[in-house]
């Protein structure tokens, strides 16, 4: 049991409190009725992800098992059978499928179209779309503004457009620092941790998380400072999250650049306390101004 709780990557489901966002933002956090929904939700796409997470271990288990790190999932490591890892993803797309039947989002066929596209669109990935370079970071940061537009539908919260530009922002300079763990692999043992490997390099990687990077932070300071977001916040003070945002930015780069510690976003925001504190910052000070005024 505990390598198959192993095999769900529970800690990733941290992702998919996007869907989230919109509920807070919008100012209704604590309408317990959407909460209720947004929750249902959630719990539909992390069993959806998880599922997902076993058919690409099943997929990837010869190049896993090259990897020292990857070499430890369940399936690579040989404590789940590969017959086993297709039976427990078929029971989490059932479980996911009782939530859309039996919960409030029961009808609502914007977020069980959304979420059946977002695994269709990961099982492309699995198969053949993660070979293609681009196409492979491009498909990770869209799965991204899925889980965002889906807490939109599920709540019946109308997106700005900044939540959606950031949020694929952010997604796509996270999924090129992660590739940069698989160069930095390839160029130490000669091992491919995936095809599309050779057509990154170091270079690359680095000048393209920088170039993203800084487009996020000028289009968060757009955010932070235009007019329309003022005056939906009633605050002019917003352009003062801006500093958490920055120093995490840094901060990523830092760990990934200097440090090498690019492998897994997830595994970086649980264990350096620098992220933790600029995300815990970040949300505390929204929270002062969506919910103190």
Not at 154 to 161: K, M, R, V, W
Request: with cysteine; proline share 2%; charged share 15%.
């Amino acid at each position: 049991m505990p390598d198959i709780i192993k095999l769900l990557r529970i800690s990733h489901w941290i992702k998919n409190l996007f869907i989230f966002m919109p509920l807070f933002f919008s100012g209704g956090f604590f309408d317990l009725s959407k909460l209720s929904t947004a929750g249902w939700a959630f719990l539909a796409f992390c069993l959806t992800a998880s599922a997902i997470y076993c058919l690409n271990d099943i997929i990837d288990v010869k190049n896993d098992r090259l990897h020292k790190e990857k070499s430890k999932r369940p399936i690579a490591a040989g404590k789940v059978t590969v017959t086993q890892a297709y039976m427990v993803m078929g029971v989490l797309l059932l479980l996911a499928a009782s939530i859309f039947l039996f919960t409030e989002l029961s009808g609502n066929y914007t977020v069980i179209g959304l979420t059946v596209f977002y695994f269709l669109m990961n099982i492309a990935y699995c198969l053949h779309l993660k070979h293609y370079s681009i196409i492979d970071v491009l498909i990770i940061s869209l799965g991204f503004v899925l889980r965002v537009v889906i807490g939109g539908f599920a709540t019946g919260t109308i997106l700005s457009h900044w939540i959606v530009q950031m949020t694929f922002l952010l997604a796509l300079f996270l999924a090129f620092a992660k590739r940069r763990d698989d160069v930095v692999l390839f160029t130490q043992t000669g091992i491919k941790p995936r095809n599309n490997t050779h057509r990154y390099t170091l270079e690359f990687i680095n000048q393209a998380t920088s170039s993203i990077a800084s487009i996020t932070m000028v289009c968060y300071i757009m955010y932070s400072t235009s007019e329309e977001v003022v005056k939906r916040f009633h605050n002019d003070y917003i352009y003062i999250t801006s500093l958490f945002v920055l120093s995490g930015l840094l901060r990523y780069q830092l760990l990934t650049i200097v440090d090498a510690r690019s492998g897994s976003p997830i595994k970086l925001l649980l264990k350096d306390k620098f992220l933790q504190v600029c995300l815990l910052g970040w949300a505390l000070t929204f929270f002062v101004i969506i919910y103190k005024r």
